[in-house]
């Protein structure tokens, strides 16, 4: 499919991998309507530097399932009559909190990333292909559509989802839960010629991670990557997601962008390799 003329909600899309996949689809010729935390002024300052006319912003919190639903209703008045087609799910939080022994301090943080990780992707896509789906006459689920593509949602996920390494103990479950999302949304918006399809990264140089968190995790590709054994660029993860969204026979799919690496146990070693662990996530 095409690019040029579509709309795309970007949530995240003020953050490093969603900012670079605005960038991609409006060199491309498409629209883009990002959902985001910044206040309004922020929000909209930010996405005009991407580009003048063809680029909006909306705040509103993934983790509010009514906002979300007000967002959607906003986006379809902001762009062309019949435009929207897809989504990129890019927001996420990965809270931090400095390495210990202790595992029931970590429960706190997963009640935070499950909300606005897993629930808030569930919640995202739900919201957005119902906006897709209201373009177009309602004539009942059942209708596969061999010819008419509406559209094409992309969810991130993370290398980390599986296997969950013990420092990704609250992250790496909410990342797990995107990819079930997806299939499971893949399968349900199939018949309404909608695509689904995931993009796990391994570790992408972006504000999630922070410049504190970047060394250890640079060492640990060196260890366990096969090649390249580096920290990938939010351009090499959009082009990806580029990818995804422009062939139509890809659905259902989980795109690794991570130079081979296949993660690896945190404590196998002479020494407990922990103790370089700046921090659980
Ligand atoms: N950076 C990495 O190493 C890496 C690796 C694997 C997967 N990922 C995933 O890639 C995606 C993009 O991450 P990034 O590296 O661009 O991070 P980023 O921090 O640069 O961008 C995330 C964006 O999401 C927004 N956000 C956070 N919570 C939100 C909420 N509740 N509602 C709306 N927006 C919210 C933030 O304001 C930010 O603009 C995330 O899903 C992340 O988990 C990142």
Not at 171 to 193: C, E, H, N, R, W
């Amino acid at each position: 499919m095409k690019i040029e003329g579509k709309a795309f909600i970007i949530t995240g899309g003020c953050g490093s991998i969603g900012g670079e996949v605005a960038r991609h689809i409006l060199a491309k010729g498409g629209i883009v309507v990002i959902f985001d935390l910044q206040s309004p002024e922020e929000g909209t300052a930010k996405v005009k530097t991407y580009h003048e006319e063809r680029a909006f912003f909306i705040q509103a919190s993934v983790d509010n399932s009514s906002r979300l639903e007000a967002a959607c209703s906003e986006a379809l008045k902001l762009i062309p009559k019949g435009s929207l087609f897809g989504a990129i799910h890019t927001a996420a939080i990965a809270p931090g909190r400095k390495w210990s022994n202790r595992l029931k301090d970590s429960i706190n943080d997963f009640e935070k990333v499950l909300r606005v990780n897993a629930y808030g992707t569930f919640t995202v896509n739900a919201h957005i292909a119902d906006a897709i789906n209201s373009q177009y006459p309602d004539d009942g689920p059942f209708a596969p559509r061999e010819t008419e593509e509406r559209g094409v949602i992309i969810n991130i996920a993370s290398a980390v989802a599986h296997p969950v390494p013990a420092r990704c103990i609250t992250y790496g479950p909410t990342k797990t839960a995107v990819i079930g999302i997806s299939q499971g949304m893949a399968d349900f918006l199939g018949p309404y010629g909608i695509r689904v399809n995931t993009v796990s990264p391994a570790v992408v140089a972006s504000s999630i991670m922070g410049p504190d968190r970047i060394p250890y995790f640079v060492s640990e590709l060196e260890a366990g990557a096969i090649y390249p054994r580096r920290v990938s660029q939010p351009d090499e993860v959009a082009t990806g997601i580029i990818f995804l969204i422009e062939n139509s026979m890809m659905n259902d799919y989980e795109l690794r962008i991570d130079g081979g690496w296949r993660g690896s146990s945190n404590w196998a070693g002479p020494k407990d390799p922990r103790s370089n662990a700046l921090s659980l996530e």
